[in-house]
């Protein structure tokens, strides 16, 4: 699986695990059950990787799914071409026993091109969403401080800045086994508009370490990098993050026909952090 595919679903998984657990009243949850609409439909199409994960789910009470994968048939649909394919389901199971599907497909999501995702069931009804990809942007610019423990972030020309993220990727030989742990830290928030579509931040490093928290000698640096996401014109403000996508929508927040959830179209950018490495 290409990197970026890679952590896009892992990001997935990881908001689906935090939904399964969390028992806040006041945040949206994907899992609350709704019999008024066919489909729920999570998550967001990214030009930048070779594999789409989408979460779609019938607005039954969804803490009760069983193993049983029912029946979905989900279409995308790229609009300036009227090209179409029938997206695979995958029924995957959490530790706590909660079953959900991820919807899947490898067509080639282009920048600047719209795409209509539909979920239908076998009684006919569907839920649908039209979602346009951002046109590609720069890679945003690292500037280290002197020590290289901080740096300033540039991004220019984006227009709907979706999400901004330092991410550790780290190992850890315990017991025998080779384990990989992913570490995240969000600086979307701290962004400022410098110009129309141009934005800075600071990434703080050395401050990410102290929060690690890891024990000494049990971690290497696997890979390190900042992850940028520019979405496309249905992002709007109420939208924190990726991450809000899945867990954190607030209520009645949808831009999906017929249906509940949140679908964007998205481009990323990797930019590898090369100094500071060590945990």
Not at 66 to 81: H, Q, Y
Not at 90 to 104: C, D, K, M, Q, T
Not at 172 to 185: A, I, K, P, T
Request: with cysteine; aromatic share 12%.
């Amino acid at each position: 699986m290409h990197p970026c595919s890679r952590f896009l679903y892992n990001l997935i998984l990881l908001m689906l695990v935090f939904v399964s657990f969390s028992n806040c009243d006041n945040s949206f949850s994907p899992l609350k059950e709704n019999t008024q609409y066919p489909f729920s439909i999570y998550g967001y199409l990214d030009a930048s990787v070779d594999t789409q994960w989408v979460r779609v789910a019938p607005t039954r009470n969804q803490l009760e799914m069983s193993a049983a994968k029912p029946f979905i048939r989900v279409t995308l649909t790229e609009l300036e071409t009227d090209q179409s394919t029938a997206m695979n389901d995958s029924l995957f199971r959490l530790p706590n026993g909660v079953h959900f599907i991820n919807v899947w497909t490898t067509m080639d999501i282009k920048p600047e091109h719209t795409y209509r995702l539909v979920a239908e069931r076998p009684d006919g009804e569907t839920s649908s969403v039209i979602v346009t990809i951002p046109k590609d942007f720069p890679t945003p610019k690292l500037i280290y401080g002197v020590d290289g423990c901080s740096a300033r972030l540039e991004i220019e020309e984006v227009e709907h800045l979706a999400d901004i993220q330092s991410v550790w990727i780290l190992r850890s030989n315990s017991s025998g086994y080779l384990r990989e742990e992913v570490r995240r830290f969000s600086y979307r928030s701290t962004a400022r508009e410098r110009t129309p579509n141009d934005y800075y931040t600071r990434i703080y490093a050395d401050r990410e370490k102290e929060k690690l928290n890891l024990p000494a000698g049990r971690y290497n640096m696997s890979e390190r990098y900042i992850f940028v996401a520019a979405a496309g014109r249905e992002w709007i403000p109420d939208i924190g993050s990726l991450g809000d996508i899945e867990y954190a929508l607030p209520e009645g927040l949808s831009n999906v026909e017929n249906g509940l959830g949140y679908l964007v179209g998205i481009v990323n950018k990797k930019v590898p952090y090369e100094k500071c490495l060590s945990p």
